[in-house]
């Protein structure tokens, strides 16, 4: 059970608008509806930490920490890591390891890139997190697709000798074979528009497979109010009113049922952190060499 903890306004005026403003309210809300269903199904869960929310609300990762979560690091700027050279992807991903570090008060061992953003192109970056000191990724998505993904990637979880001589713990994005094809179902959209009833199927396949589940979510989804992605926009910065309606329905289509969805999930499967998972897999003889 993972969650990427980034805030839903603060993030989309980075991107519209390339200024970072301190989040509202609506956080603090969302991390306090995810942190109360953990703890009313017994999850504990990794928090892939921002660290442009970081910044600002230290407390908050506190307070998730003080609750027994796994605190892991999703970079400094939430930017698609194909965009940035090798310089600056060890910097971003640097700068937020030694930020949250001293919030916490102790070590962060996982990293997830920002939109899965590992590919063929990049992918001296799990390089980088063995540099760094970290033993874990959990960013690659075993299928292509528009923004991320790596087709023919090894879907298991495995133990990877890097290509500069590192070792790291690669945990990909969970997807389901059906039909000759690998279906995403890993959270996020994909949770928020599937079915009801394909939830139990889903299950059941993944038992059969003896495929951990690598659950992805975001406070936003939990969310018991609607969002609005312009409620966080400057000044005078304003989307035209369609296209503010237009993007204001694609964020809150079927969110209302994310949360019964995510909760059955959670009382049907055991879950673990991704720290408990990777020592596992850390542990065992099978290290495959990164091609």
Not at 41 to 57: I, P
Not at 128 to 146: N, Q, R, T, V, W
Not at 192 to 218: A, C, D, E, Q, S
Not at 237 to 260: E, H, I, Q, V, Y
């Amino acid at each position: 059970m993972t969650v990427d903890w980034e805030d839903f306004g603060q993030l989309h005026c980075w991107y519209q608008f390339e200024t970072v403003p301190a989040p509202r309210g609506d956080i603090e809300r969302q991390t306090d509806t995810v942190l109360e269903l953990l703890d009313e199904t017994g999850v504990h869960a990794t928090f892939f930490v921002l660290g442009m929310l970081a910044r600002h609300r230290p407390d908050l990762i506190k307070k998730i920490h003080a609750a027994g979560h796994e605190i892991a690091v999703h970079g400094t700027s939430h930017v698609h890591l194909t965009r940035l050279d090798r310089t600056s992807a060890m910097r971003d991903i640097g700068d937020a390891i030694r930020l949250i570090s001293d919030i916490i008060g102790g070590p962060v061992f996982g990293f997830r890139a920002p939109i899965f953003s590992i590919t063929r192109k990049n992918l001296y970056v799990l390089d980088l997190l063995a540099e760094l000191g970290l033993e874990y990724d959990s960013s690659i998505f075993p299928k292509a697709m528009s923004r991320y993904g790596i087709d023919g990637f090894d879907p298991e979880p495995r133990n990877y000798s890097l290509p500069e001589g590192g070792q790291i713990v690669e945990l990909p994005l969970t997807v389901i074979p059906w039909c000759g094809w690998n279906w995403p179902v890993a959270g996020g959209g994909y949770v928020r528009l599937m079915p009801r009833l394909m939830l139990n199927p889903m299950v059941k396949k993944l038992k059969k497979l003896g495929r951990p589940y690598i659950l992805y979510t975001h406070p936003y989804e939990f969310d018991t109010q609607p969002i609005d992605i312009a409620s966080n926009f400057p000044e005078g910065r304003r989307f035209s009113p369609w296209r503010r309606r237009a993007m204001n329905f694609k964020w809150n289509l079927f969110r209302g049922t994310f949360r019964d969805k995510t909760r059955h999930l959670l009382k049907n499967l055991s879950f673990s952190t991704c720290k408990e998972i990777a020592d596992e897999i850390k542990n065992s003889p099978c290290t495959r060499l990164l091609g």
